[in-house]
């Protein structure tokens, strides 16, 4: 091994190593964020046209980071986990799933249309909320699908 080699391995577990006590105080900071978006994505359960999905996202990500058992916990949640898996194993969303978000999408945008009218703002958000769908409707469907348990291919 040449001494550039040496030096650039031992550079790299020196300044790879983290102190303890940053690791438990950015374990407690992404603990706290997880805990934070998965409560306002359960608020959102049952709270009519709010989005619920992106903040479980957020919070497995932050679990990630923070909390692995609390992560594996969400993951394995009868009610959200199968979605969650697709989207973090795979990137991928069952048809059902893109309909139901795009619908409510859809339906939250007219909503808010009936009560703004055509502002500016809301000609805005809408653009946004356009290509949020078109990224939603491009995302593939999951080659294994934990929400049916089946080991059949997806109907395209």
Not at 39 to 61: C, R, S
Request: hydrophobic letters at 50%.
């Amino acid at each position: 091994m040449s001494m550039r080699g040496l030096r650039a391995s031992s550079m790299a577990v020196t300044t790879a190593v983290p102190s303890r006590a940053v690791t438990r105080r950015a374990a407690r900071i992404w603990r706290g964020f997880g805990t934070a978006s998965v409560a306002v994505g359960l608020f959102n359960a049952f709270v009519p046209l709010l989005p619920t999905t992106i903040f479980l996202i957020i919070g497995v990500w932050a679990y990630g980071k923070g909390s692995p058992e609390l992560r594996a916990k969400l993951l394995a949640d009868p009610g959200f986990g199968p979605a969650l898996t697709n989207w973090v194993e795979q990137r991928a969303m069952t048809r059902l799933a893109k309909w139901k978000c795009i619908g409510t999408i859809i339906t939250g945008y007219v909503i808010t249309l009936g009560f703004a009218g055509f502002t500016t703002a809301s000609v805005l958000v809408g653009a946004g909320l356009a290509g949020l769908c078109l990224f939603l409707s491009s995302r593939p469907a999951p080659t294994r699908c934990p929400v049916s348990r089946s080991a059949a291919p997806p109907l395209h």
